[in-house]
């Protein structure tokens, strides 16, 4: 019984233990606050590569060759716009 009323009693690490749990609160929320922000950022340049790919020009023409005796017809190619291909499309 003396045991347990000691172990009641007992007040040395109260201090400690609740500096700790303070700490270890904005530890968390500072995290919290940090992983937003990374994911947001990360997010929005992701959404810059896309766009880049979107805009990279695709249009290509090869003209035709004429020789002594011969020739080659030319090649030609044109991209259309693509469906929300706009920059800031992706949200």
């Known amino acids: 019984m003396n045991t ?3 172990l009641l009693n007992d007040e040395a690490g109260f201090i400690v233990s609740a500096e700790l749990v303070l700490v270890s609160t904005i530890v ?3 995290l919290i606050v940090g992983l937003s922000e990374l994911a947001l950022n990360i997010n929005n340049e992701l959404e810059d590569v896309g766009t880049a790919f979107n805009c990279i ?3 290509y023409k090869v003209n035709g060759f004429e020789g002594h005796q011969g020739w080659t017809d030319g090649s030609r190619f044109y991209d259309s716009a693509d469906f929300c291909s706009g920059e800031y ?3």
């Open 89 to 91: 499309d992706v949200n």
């Open 4 to 6: 347990l009323n000691q």
């Open 57 to 59: 020009q695709q249009t």
């Open 28 to 30: 968390v929320l500072g």
